[in-house]
């Protein structure tokens, strides 16, 4: 499994503290069966603003700590970047990490209560460059809670959306769980990711998301969650459905 989204690099932002926590991050991640991890950490979110070469750096340094305790996972770079007017500028000019790094998918993240002005002239640039946006968590995001009309505006043009593994679990409490539930069945998510932030709560783990992911859509729908993770990786396009304008009749959950 590929984990698109994961706070893993140590001590720059508020994810791993240690070089120590990383690595049990990533032996935890092996555990669960994740072969690949996209450093993501928060970038231009008002308290973090990475340089690249120290982002850069990090994934090197992690990387060849994992291969010392011969745990085997690879750590690739990328970014969680907070939606900003200069956002185009920042990333043509180095200043912000794709996913993989391959210019061809990024990271997206939104405030979580209030929608900024210039949100749809960002998206709308990133897709006219060629560049997909990855909407981070939506279920988690209040403004597209209540307007799921926003999201879908976004899908339907190009952008894809990434639930968090902890969402469909109840993790973040039934709000999220219903919310995350309904944009998987209108097909306004298409990736699993983790988000993990630390070894105890919200864990580098995607096993038991999977789990209920198939329980709410079809397994040819489940297995394109799966392809578009390591589509992500790749820079490839990824399998989309049409979004649908009302959710079918919901099966919850029940493990
Ligand atoms: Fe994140």
């Not at 932030?197 to 729908?221: C, F, G």
Request: hydrophobic share 40%; charged share 20%.
């Amino acid at each position: 499994m590929v984990d698109i989204h994961c706070h893993i690099l140590p001590g720059i932002d508020d994810g791993a503290k240690t070089s120590e926590e990383a690595v049990e991050m990533a032996r935890i991640a092996v555990s669960d069966g994740i072969t690949d991890i996209i450093a993501t950490p928060h970038t231009y979110d008002g308290l973090y603003s990475q340089r690249t070469e120290n982002v850069l750096k990090s994934v090197q340094d992690l990387q060849q700590a994992l291969g010392r305790e011969k745990i085997p996972v690879r750590i690739h770079p990328g970014s969680e970047v907070h939606v900003h007017s200069e956002l185009i500028d920042h990333l043509y000019s180095g200043q912000i990490l794709t996913l993989g790094n391959g210019m061809k998918h990024v990271l997206l993240e939104f405030p979580s209560v209030h929608f900024p002005l210039f949100s749809k002239r960002v998206v709308r640039q990133l897709l006219d460059r060629g560049i997909t946006p990855v909407i981070a968590h939506p279920e988690r995001i209040e403004v597209f809670r209540l307007n799921p009309s926003l999201l879908r505006e976004w899908i339907e043009q190009g952008a894809i959306g990434q639930v968090t593994a902890g969402s469909l679990l109840g993790l973040f409490g039934r709000t999220a769980r219903g919310c995350a539930i309904d944009f998987v069945q209108q097909h306004l998510v298409h990736v699993i990711a983790s988000d993990s932030h630390h070894v105890r709560s919200r864990r580098p783990e995607l096993s038991q998301a999977y789990k209920a992911l198939a329980t709410i859509i079809p397994e040819e729908e489940v297995e394109m969650f799966r392809y578009n993770a390591q589509a992500i990786l790749h820079g490839k396009a990824l399998q989309i459905l049409t979004p649908l304008t009302k959710s079918k009749q919901k099966r919850w959950i029940f493990f």
